[in-house]
């Protein structure tokens, strides 16, 4: 069975640890300094740190989406209020594991570690509800229905990933009910499934292969609520089903309120 779906959208960025020192730089240069004027200005002082502007451009969008900063492209800086108040906590906890890995190695210091590591996904988790919550950001539902379709379904492979993407095509309402048939013969190996992407500006229209599911379970995985399994499938993590079902219902819920007010 072949299928075509249009390239799906993606933030092109995790918080990986290149990342997180970036954004414990950024928050450094606006603590010690005056309000920027502009974008540009702040660009110009992150560039004397080390940061290329080009690339905190790049993850400058994913962090406004998740919640972390919030700013205006056009308008000046105010330092303070640049970082939102989970992007402070955020800072803290990135602070407080920098400083425990430079203690010595002992048991006490592995405890502490996975401690934080589990603060700092909770609040990574809710990173990522706060972006697939914001109607601005044009990959918050491809988050949304990964997590979806594995509550739904269990778990989750590349091959569905995508299969979402030609089912929300082909069924605009209902899509993740509309493919039951279709996984399970999939999964029971009755079809093969081969799916190409087409990209969005390809002037010839020519179908690229094009796939943006690892950026997709690289953050629910970074979160804690993805695993990944010998079968090579993406799985919940057990012990954070009540988080995973809340997200659920309170993306659902305003998902749901800026699709009537849209009518």
Not at 9 to 15: E, I, L
Not at 41 to 62: H, K, M, S, T, V
Not at 65 to 85: D, L
Not at 146 to 154: D, E, H, I, N, T
């Amino acid at each position: 069975m072949d299928i075509t779906v249009s390239s799906p959208g993606s933030p092109g960025t995790s918080f990986t640890e290149n990342v997180k020192e970036k954004i414990l730089i950024l928050f450094d240069v606006l603590e010690r300094n005056g309000n920027f004027a502009s974008m540009g200005d702040l660009g110009a002082e992150l560039q004397r740190f080390g940061i290329n502007w080009n690339y905190a451009r790049n993850i400058l969008p994913f962090l406004k989406n998740c919640g972390i900063v919030k700013y205006q492209e056009a308008s000046p800086i105010e330092n303070r209020s640049f970082f939102t108040n989970i992007g402070y906590a955020y800072v803290d906890i990135l602070r407080s594991i920098k400083a425990v890995k430079e203690e010595p190695e002992s048991g006490l210091r592995r405890e502490v570690l996975a401690r934080l590591e589990r603060i700092q996904q909770a609040i990574y988790f809710q990173c990522l509800v706060l972006m697939m919550k914001n109607p601005e950001c044009n990959y918050g539902y491809d988050f949304f229905d990964v997590l979806c379709f594995v509550v739904k379904y269990g778990s989750i492979d590349s091959t569905e990933y995508l299969l979402i993407q030609h089912e929300r095509e082909v069924h605009p309402e209902g899509y993740l009910d509309a493919m039951q048939d279709m996984v399970h013969r999939y999964r029971s190996g009755s079809i093969a499934i081969r799916i190409k992407t087409r990209t969005k500006n390809g002037e010839s229209g020519r179908a690229k292969s094009v796939n943006s599911f690892p950026y997709v379970w690289g953050n629910f995985v970074k979160a804690g609520v993805f695993e990944k399994r010998e079968d090579g499938r993406y799985y919940m993590a057990e012990d954070r089903m009540p988080e995973i079902q809340n997200a659920v219902q309170e993306v659902g819920a305003c998902q749901n309120s800026v699709h009537r007010q849209s009518k």
